[in-house]
């Protein structure tokens, strides 16, 4: 099938750009490994326009546009994305699951303290009242974690094991459907809504606290991670049973604190079983990966993990990106290209060019398993310009027919 595309008008600079228009047929072929036609491009652009919206700063270009799917929309990209439905001021992802409690307590308050959004929630155990705390930077359209919800591990262990034997987690299907429809032909929406083991006890106490748990207490540490394991797993099957073409663990699986030794150990049985009930279901498995990722890439694609999001490279990153294609295998999909650095140092469309024209060179082998895309998020500080060059660049050098 040929690549559609139509005229549109020349932008400030008197350039005219001419719009792909297969977008879904572009991302699945991805999917499916099958080359396509051109590189697919899923920005992330979801801190970057509520930035933006929320303060009311939106280059007069976009202020029609109402979410980032309106802006994606806009430009003519590809919607490859996990953030489309996300509420950007109280999650860092997920919305697509409600979380189901049973035999705890959960309160959950809100308040204002200036502009910045305070979010606590106080869980009543048997063992004990856990308590965490998170605040939205709205200077920074920034969620951080103020308090996590365990402090003293001695003395809280019993507690957060009456959180996790209560938790559970339920799908919202309908929910996903409809986000879909809206996307229409623009693209897939990936579910992502999950979290391995290790990752439970970071957002739990932190990844220093972590490490001291794991070597003080091996074995309930390893009753905790199977608790949160069964969980996920049952909503991975959820996920799947309800048609999803793509889900996600949000793990940031950086080397440095997901070493080869803790990822074998503590989230193998996680990825290798989630990725089987996708496989089942005809759907795909990704982790969602930021900073250094050398060390671990070819033990990832060995669980039968599909992909990974946001893959970074120097200096930020580790790994070329087509030394990562290299070492994943011959089925692992990458998506990134576009990091923090490329955003404030590229600033001219001759910059960008250069930039966009020599990564699909050397992407070009690996097309069939590669997605353009932030390496993690677009900064809310990028340049609204830097933003349409990376687009106009796309459009002028990724046809690969």
Known sequence: ????????????????????????AAVL???QGRPPRRIVYGPNYWQWFSHHRHHQTL???????????????Y????VFSRNVYCDQQRCWFGGLAETVWDGVEVDQREQLQGQDRI???????RA??????????FRESTLVQEKFLVGDYARELDALEEVLKARSWRFDAARYHAVQVKV?????????????????LHFTMGPEATTYLLVDYPERAAELLALHEAAQLDLVGQIAAAGVKVMM???????????PAYVENYSASFYEKAARICHAHGSLFFIHACGRQKANLQRIASYGVDGLEGVAFPPLGDVELDEAMRLAGERLIISGGISAMETDRLRTREDVDRYVADLFRRMRPYAHRFVLSASCATPYNAPWNTLRYLRDAWLRFGELE
Not at 75 to 78: A, N
């Open 184 to 200: 229409a032909g623009q693209g897939v929406v990936i579910a992502g809504e999950l979290h391995s083991p290790l990752k439970m």
């Open 249 to 259: 663990s949000m793990d940031n699986l950086d080397a440095a604190f997901h070493t």
């Open 75 to 78: 430009l003519g990209l590809d």
């Open 119 to 125: 979010i606590e929630r106080q869980y009543r155990t």
């Open 59 to 73: 280059p007069p270009e976009i202020a029609h546009c109402q979410s980032q799917l309106d802006l994606i929309e």
């Open 29 to 31: 072929a991805v999917l």
């Open 128 to 137: 004990g009242v856990l308590v965490e705390r998170q605040r939205y930077l």
């Open 1 to 24: 099938m040929d690549v559609t595309r139509e005229t549109s008008p020349v932008n400030e600079n008197q350039q005219q750009v001419t719009p792909f228009q297969d977008h879904q």
